[in-house]
């Protein structure tokens, strides 16, 4: 690896792999290696990388959220209201009514409970408020 690297850094009329392996200098002012162990990386992008990257992955984000909307609309709302309308075609609002008003579905489980409340108030107020008139007729 280190050989092919060399070979690809240095040019081949300078350094050949028997003059690498011996380390001489290769007739030029640094050898092979320390130009090879001098080089400087490139330096990051850090200036505009979002909006680069933005470039890159907007355009797919938009484009799976149009496919995920298309598959949602034709997969689950389209077939929902073919179902709906399928359903009320044969719909009777009226026959449905009656059938719950013979099941006793509309009257108020409230009403035997308000009727006792009624009757209970009515004996309180009989037994417990003071005979008035009775009282006026004995003095």
Known sequence: ???ELHQTLC???LCTPSQYQASSDCNTAQSCS?????????KPQMRGLLAKRLRFHLPIAFGLALFAAAAFKFTVTEPRKQAYADFYK????IKEFNSMKE????ESSL????????IVLTL????????IHLR???T
């Open 90 to 93: 044969q719909y009777d609002a």
């Open 124 to 131: 309180a107020c009989i037994f417990l408020t003071p005979n």
């Open 136 to 138: 006026r007729n004995k």
């Open 1 to 3: 690896m280190r050989k």
């Open 103 to 106: 099941a006793g579905v509309f």
């Open 111 to 118: 009403e035997p409970v308000l009727r006792a409340a009624v």
């Open 34 to 42: 320390e130009r090879l162990f001098s080089m400087s990386l490139p």
């Open 11 to 13: 040019a081949p009329n």
